[in-house]
């Protein structure tokens, strides 16, 4: 057991977080906090209403503070899935009035049915538990967020390059039978080889970032 730079104990990369109540706890994953916020600070870099709050320190836990206000969860839905969300009806702070509790709830609500619009799961969360900041379930939800707009970008129509993926007897006819996960299940295994690395994915539900350093090839 060690303390992180975040202050809280961890223990291999895990960290311990509050639930609901004292007899609940939640464990999260550094390396997955830390590349999810170095993901919104890439793509929300110069935004004109949040991009004076990046970059967000990666080995802290201020990135869940940073989303209680529904803002930066509501630009990152945007940047997955362009033009959910119209942001004319986001409650902004002023240069001298931050936004209040109910302005966060509104920000909050929009950005719980955004996305599940895209197709993110939402069971059990709501506008308090995202402005409270419970860790575990903002990352949950980051996650599924930047998984949709991963996703959508795999299509081999858009990326001919990807016939390289046709395993030996396969056609261009066969990749394209194949479904977003699945190419990009394949996409990732084949650097992985490519690299030299002997581990493989055998489903997206071992959450890419479960061995974060293959993400560094």
């Known amino acids: 057991m060690k303390t992180s730079a975040s202050g809280l104990a961890t223990k291999a990369g895990k960290v311990t977080v509050q639930g609901s109540n004292s007899n609940v706890s939640h464990t999260i994953n550094e390396d997955e906090r830390s590349e999810f916020t170095n993901h919104i600070n890439s793509v929300l870099e110069g935004d004109a209403d949040i991009g004076?709050?990046?970059p967000i320190p990666t080995n802290t836990m201020q990135l869940f503070d940073e989303c209680r206000d529904g803002l930066i969860l509501c630009k990152l839905i945007n940047d997955s899935v362009p033009d959910t969300i119209d942001m004319r009806v986001l409650n902004k702070p002023g240069p001298r009035k931050p936004i209040n509790s109910f302005q966060m709830t509104e920000n909050n609500n929009i950005v719980i049915l955004s996305a599940k619009a895209i197709?993110?799961?939402?069971?059990?969360?709501?506008?308090?538990?995202l402005?409270?900041?419970r860790e575990h379930l903002i990352l949950g939800l980051v996650w599924q967020i930047i998984r949709r707009g991963l996703l959508s970008q795999v299509d081999i129509k858009l990326h001919p390059e990807l016939y390289r993926l046709c395993e030996e007897g396969e056609t261009i006819e066969d990749l394209l039978r194949?479904?977003?996960?699945?190419?990009?299940?394949?996409w990732f295994n084949y650097h992985l080889k490519a690299a030299g690395w002997k581990r493989r994915y055998l489903s997206l539900q071992q959450r890419a970032l479960q061995f974060p350093e293959s993400h560094t090839i």
């Open 119 to 129: 197709g993110c799961s939402v069971v059990n969360i709501g506008s308090q538990d």
């Open 131 to 133: 402005q409270e900041g």
């Open 178 to 186: 194949l479904t977003p996960d699945q190419i990009l299940l394949r």
């Open 52 to 54: 004076h709050r990046l």
